[in-house]
T-cell receptor
Framework: AQKITQTQPGMFVQEKEAVTLDCTYD???????LFWYKQPSSGEMIFLIY??????QNATEGRYSLNFQKARKSANLVISASQLGDSAMYFC????????????FGTGTRLQVFP | GAGVSQSPSNKVTEKGKDVELRCDPI?????LYWYRQRLGQGLEFLIY????????KSGLPSDRFSAERTGESVSTLTIQRTQQEDSAVYLC???????????FGPGTRLTVT
């Protein structure tokens, strides 16, 4: 079974609008972490935001916030006030504590921001 | 400070040749990871080093793949007898410890002809 599922291969959003990128996960480990990375066309992976499984509040980093719904096993990324530079691939990833802490990645969502 | 660096940035090799890819992690980062990203796909875990512990090699796809790391410094990923299906971008990442976020290098694009 897929550990990380990103069901949106591509998304479009108009500049200055908000957009939500979906991510669901599957784990039986009570201690895990969820990450979002951005990969622009240059190829480098850029860390955006982290949510721990025991964190009580949703993580926020500037224009990025993580809508963490533990019971539904979802960790959607919300980007507010989209900018043209936000156009990139976005990957959701999970780290399981009892799985040597490696990151398991989803297949990604390509976000395109248009003027 | 300097980020994770990888070399070469691009490598074209003939099928059957061996290649070595290098990763310089961020200074002080004890954890180092190698991932592979095939065209249009997500990242696949290959191998993980943490300090002086035995590496986690569970993601290596075949015995043609191996990696070494000297202490908490440079790591090399070696692919022997390359095959066309090895063509991909190989990404290295490091972190202060496994519980922290991983910082990625720019990757090495490997093309096997």
């Amino acid at each position: 079974a897929q550990k990380i599922t990103q069901t949106q291969p591509g998304m479009f959003v108009q500049e200055k609008e908000a957009v939500t990128l979906d991510c669901t996960y599957d784990t039986s480990d009570p201690s895990y972490g969820l990450f979002w990375y951005k990969q622009p066309s240059s190829g480098e992976m850029i860390f955006l935001i982290y949510q721990g499984s025991y964190d009580q509040q949703n993580a926020t980093e500037g224009r990025y916030s993580l809508n963490f719904q533990k019971a539904r096993k979802s960790a959607n990324l919300v980007i507010s006030a989209s900018q043209l530079g936000d156009s990139a691939m976005y990957f959701c990833a999970m780290r399981e504590r009892d799985n040597t802490d490696k990151l398991i990645f989803g297949t990604g969502t390509r976000l395109q921001v248009f003027p | 400070g300097a980020g994770v660096s990888q070399s070469p940035s691009n490598k074209v090799t003939e099928k059957g040749k061996d290649v070595e890819l290098r990763c310089d992690p961020i200074s002080g980062h004890t954890a180092l990871y190698w991932y592979r990203q095939r065209l249009g796909q997500g990242l696949e875990f290959l191998i993980y080093f943490q300090g002086n512990s035995a590496p986690d090699k569970s993601g290596l796809p075949s015995d043609r793949f191996s990696a070494e790391r000297t202490g908490e410094s440079v790591s090399t990923l070696t692919i022997q007898r390359t095959q066309q299906e090895d063509s991909a971008v190989y990404l290295c990442a490091s972190s202060l410890s496994p519980v922290y976020e991983q910082y990625f290098g720019p990757g090495t694009r490997l093309t096997v002809t």
